[in-house]
């Protein structure tokens, strides 16, 4: 299930991967911190099937060339919308991206108890998304591990990852309202 040899200490661990430009500096320092990893891309905020393609293309490759375990949650943008219609309105970085992160962790969450191991996210790399309110939603679920990738570097890190292997760059999250 997990193809990494575990360090006793650190149960293995499934990864939210919103995209490969960020999780790739995630993989790198849970790999040197010994950790099992295994991928979850859960992304139905994603704007279009066509962009969540692009992106889960990338994720493939960054799988590939880590020889890590993929799994790929279906794709339902219209439950998601439904889910945060109402915050719509709100800034980047306001309550609806609470909403957001709670659909994706809940989801990332349900996939972690099937699997039998703890679970984190690669959102936190991004200088752009608050650890601190991924976190308060995240400890809602067992098993979650507060990671804040952004520390050791992460995002620079995942930054020169992405340009090595040259994974699909997006500028936005991938919902439509964060678009503007």
């Not at 969540?52 to 994720?59: D, G, I, P």
């Amino acid at each position: 299930m997990f193809p990494h040899s575990l360090n006793h200490d650190n149960p293995p661990l499934l990864l939210h991967v919103c995209c490969a430009p960020c999780a790739g500096g995630c993989v790198e320092r849970l790999l040197r911190e010994n950790r099992k990893v295994r991928l979850f891309f859960s992304n139905s905020n994603i704007v279009s099937e066509e962009e969540f393609e692009k992106r889960l293309h990338s994720v493939r490759l960054l799988a590939e060339i880590y020889q890590l375990p993929l799994d790929v949650d279906a794709y339902d943008h219209t439950a998601w919308l439904k889910n945060v219609m109402e915050m719509r309105n709100e800034p980047e970085g306001g309550k609806r991206c609470r909403i957001c992160f709670a659909w994706a962790l809940g989801r990332t969450a349900m996939k972690a108890q099937q699997l039998g191991c703890h679970f984190t996210t690669s959102l936190t790399v991004s200088p752009h998304k608050s650890s601190k309110v991924i976190f308060d939603v995240g400890t809602q679920y067992a098993h979650f591990e507060k990671i804040d990738f952004k520390k050791q570097n992460g995002f620079q890190i995942s930054r020169i990852i992405a340009k090595k292997h040259s994974f699909y760059l997006q500028n936005f999250c991938g919902c439509e309202f964060a678009i503007r």
